[in-house]
């Protein structure tokens, strides 16, 4: 939830100061933001729309 709550606040606070004030690390924001769901997250996605249609 930290790393969403700085995404969506980029544009008014620096990253790293948000980082800071959340005691998150600047570097884990970036990974989770290059990518923010695992594969596993991302399967289980699309599973649950296929069970959906089905």
């Known amino acids: 939830m930290n790393y969403a709550f ?7 606070f620096s990253v790293r100061a948000m980082c800071r004030c959340l ?5 884990g924001f970036y ?5 923010p769901l695992s594969n596993r997250a991302r ?9 959906r249609k089905a």
């Open 43 to 51: 399967e289980d996605t699309r599973q649950t729309k296929l069970i």
């Open 23 to 27: 005691r998150i690390q600047p570097s």
């Open 6 to 12: 700085v995404a969506k606040h980029r544009s008014l």
């Open 31 to 35: 990974a989770w933001f290059k990518n």
